[in-house]
């Protein structure tokens, strides 16, 4: 077995392990894990504010794709009464009831949920919202998940919250681990040089702020264009050609009507067909699956690089 086989395998191993580290709903081992836990607490969130929870919350709203996905992989899906419709994995999410876009979130179809915890976005266009929410009587946990780093406090954050600290612990350590198999998978592996569209029409290129910049370079590319900080830009097809990528990534399902156009022949990876599609969901937002798509794209690249002459 190659080393990045055997990587590979690390951490497909490891994402089974997260799969399988929350008990199920309803199991007995939770259960009573959540008569004991059934006290007031108080939980600081992203914001530094100190959200108090009488009792371990049994109606969560999670307005945040990201959190959802961690509350079900921390076994608490039965207690999610609400969801924006972007929360869609895992497919049991989709048939809790959705309370609209979630940016900023509907604050009257929050409240038809009747919930005893709201999880939002930490970002400046849900403040409002996190603030009526408040002066209502609804405690709201504002978390940032921007970023790989963030997921694992997420995940223990939220276990704090709920009652079942032992589950959010053990599920960010597996994140953790997950991605510590990634970052060394890396380590001393030849970099495809990579431009990230978010679009080609007028092209816009990923930045070193974005999500999808750590995925990438974790699977081994170099994004040529890290030095931008902000999370996307619009870029010209000069800067775009002059900076000479091995392989164009295009985010989305499809690369786009703009890269058959003749001017677009001037970037080489697209004269030479290095063309690869982002069009997995686990690449579209942060997400406990990023291992795993991180260790998928990582073979995508070397097969799409191009050949470089022997020394």
Known sequence: MTGRA????????????????????GAPRQRAALRGADA????????GDSVRLPAAPQRIVSLNPTTTELLFALGLGGRVVGRTRWCDFPAAAR??????DGLPPNIE???EQRPDLVVIYR???????????????????????????????AAGTLGAAAGVPAAGDSLAAVLDSTLAIARSSTAGVPTTSVVILASTDPPIAIGAGSYLHEVVELAGGRNLFADL???????????????????????GTAPGPGLGRPEWRAVRAVREGRILVLSEPALARLTPRAPAAIAA???????????????
């Open 40 to 47: 007031p607490r108080v939980i600081v969130d992203d914001a």
């Open 123 to 153: 970002g400046g266009v849900n403040d409002a919202a996190v603030q009526r929410l408040r002066e209502l009587g609804v405690p709201v946990l504002a978390l940032r998940t921007d970023r790989l780093e963030d997921l694992s406090r």
């Open 229 to 251: 900080p902000a999370a996307s830009a619009a870029v010209s097809l000069e800067a775009l050609t002059a900076r000479n990528p091995d392989v164009l990534l295009a985010v």
């Open 297 to 311: 794209l990582r073979s995508r690249l070397a097969r799409a690089q191009p050949r470089r002459p022997s020394p």
């Open 109 to 111: 179809a929050v409240l």
């Open 6 to 25: 055997r990587s590979t395998s690390l951490i497909l191993g490891c994402l089974a392990l997260l799969a399988g580290c929350a008990p199920a709903h």
């Open 95 to 100: 048939a809790v009831p959705s309370v609209g």
